[in-house]
């Protein structure tokens, strides 16, 4: 098995602290404050606007995106980065949409992030040609794909319990019936092997903030098969995805390829940061670090159950149903979290009763999972979790 000793020696992780919600938000890479400040100092305090040009800024979102792909299974090309992932998801749909014109049916789960809902409903408000969001439990999404399904839009993970989609069965199923498969990679980048290529995805989106450790606001991604790059219309017609966006014309022509997904300006100084992340992941194989999850997912699963009886586990045993996270519900499952949190292990909640876990090998360890066990078996057995501190709700939870 690789030794991620020297991955984690590589993040700045605080004294005293079991850091296990790298799925909602990864720890600092101890290069990004070097490199962001010297993004600040010496390539926006010294070069001013000639950076784009001198310092490469506006060929980022390309050159990121392609290292990004490499942990995807995506073609150089075919991956850029840019805005928000519930931008990137209104994108794919609205593209998948497009192509899919005799079709009214974008079929989705209850496990879906509710943003890419969101999005959907936005997007078929705004068409207004009688569209319909069908959500479906996430074991019924096999046999509701039918020939009135335009796109299929999925979150691969489950944000809440981590349970996890057959990526290629699904897409396969959906390409047999004519629609479009478009994933949500938010909990699968950085976290479970990926591979866009062999799986057929027609479209993929995800953020870079969660497992990838790109930093709070870091930039989205999005996807676009070879096979389509050249044929999506991007809904949002932005300056930076025109054919050439310095000549200023005033009608819109989409850029070639991958780059008519770009919108806005790019995010830089994000970016910076988010360079420091995947000079990580280029020494470390996503086959080891899944075979590494999975032991300390079962580990943490087995703790648990032994130590903490009254905690449901909702995430999936099985190793093929489920993504780097272990989830666990309890009636109290916020207080419990905040107790938990005051003691120095970090998870998140989810409501209505979820405590979510992340498992991320590159920088937690079985020490780690073994002791974020006892301390909250202590929590349940002395309801330390029942005090008013913990029962208040913070705005981010």
Known sequence: MMDFSA?????????????????????????????????????WGEMLITGWNRAGWMAQPSVLGDRIGTLLGAPTGSVVLGDTLSVKIYQALAAAL????NRKVILSDSGNFPSDLYMAQGLIAG??????????????????????????MITEVDYRTGRRHDMPALTAKAHEKGALAIWDLAHSAGAVPVDLTAGKADFACGCTYKFLNGGPGAPAFIYVAPQHADTAQPALSG???????FAFDADYR?????????????????????????D????????????????????????????????????????????????????QG???????????????????DILRFGITPLYISQDD????????????DQKLWDRPEYHKRAAVT
């Open 7 to 43: 991955t984690r020696a590589m993040f700045d992780l605080p004294e005293g602290v079991i850091y296990l919600d790298g799925n909602s938000l990864g720890p600092l890479p101890k290069a990004a404050t070097e490199r962001v400040a010297r993004t600040v100092k010496d390539e």
């Open 98 to 101: 497009h192509m899919r014109p």
């Open 127 to 152: 068409l207004d040609k009688g569209h319909e969001l069908r959500v479906v439990a996430p074991e019924e999404v096999a046999d509701a794909i039918t020939e009135e399904v335009a796109a299929l």
């Open 239 to 245: 300056w930076l995805g025109h054919e050439a966006p």
């Open 254 to 278: 989409p850029g070639q390829g991958i780059e008519r997904m770009r919108v806005g300006t790019p995010a830089v100084l994000q970016m910076a940061a988010l360079e420091t992340a995947l």
């Open 280 to 331: 990580i992941w280029d020494g470390v194989d996503m086959q080891a670090l899944r075979k590494a999850s999975l032991v300390l997912g079962d580990l943490f699963i087995a703790e648990m159950r032994a130590r903490c009886p009254d905690l449901t586990l909702a995430t999936p045993e099985a190793h093929a149903m489920r993504g780097s996270q272990i989830s666990f519900r309890h009636p």
């Open 334 to 352: 916020y207080a419990v979290m905040q107790a938990l949190i005051a003691r120095g292990v970090i998870g998140d909640f989810r409501a209505p």
């Open 369 to 380: 999972v073994s002791a974020a066990a006892t301390i909250l078996a202590e929590i349940l």
